[in-house]
């Protein structure tokens, strides 16, 4: 039983992480269409925040907050200078964001140097669960998570801007007659899923050591 339950737990982390990584790429993708290779590197980018927030004193937390800003920024510069231009050339943009991804992971290289990077959880130690002790952090983790999921749940089916999501993904032409800005729109949605990639990279910094995701 000891050995069942540390099993599903290790999964449902596991499974956390990528889901928050799969729901940021799925909202440029199922949005806009466009397959971002360098998706992975928004992960990478997060992580590292947290890793430099702590690096000059700052705690895990500030360093989470600043995760997924930290993200945001990257993605809505990628958007502006290079995605916007490539919405009608899904080839072109395969090629562009793989070209990014590899700038970053030598970009990143240059500025903190090879190797994994220490990053310390919050809290350290286990929590008894009555079937089995399993570490603290990873439970925060999964909570973190899928508190983060049923925010974006909530965002797109109950506010104006997921309405706005919902009506450009179905027809576009349609959502730009009735006077939805969808440029606007796709940059807005494009660096949203970049800081959903960005906190997953934070999150996942205290277990991955800060390695590269691309």
Known sequence: MDFLITT???ALTLISILMLVGLGLAISFG????????HGEFVTVGAFAVY?????????WLGLAAAPVAGAVVGCILEFAIIRHLYSRPVSTVLATWGVSLILQQGLELIFGLGA???TPPIEGTLDLFFTVYPAYRLILIGIA????LGVILLISRTPFGLDIRTVIQN???AEGVGINTRRTYAIAFTFGAAIAGLAGGLVAP???CRRWG
């Open 8 to 10: 599903l737990l290790n």
């Open 31 to 38: 949005l806009m269409n466009v397959t971002n290779l360098a």
């Open 52 to 60: 430099f927030v702590q690096s000059v004193g700052g705690s895990f």
């Open 117 to 119: 990077k220490p990053v």
């Open 146 to 149: 899928m508190l983060t999921l």
């Open 172 to 174: 576009r032409e349609m």
């Open 207 to 209: 277990l991955a050591c």
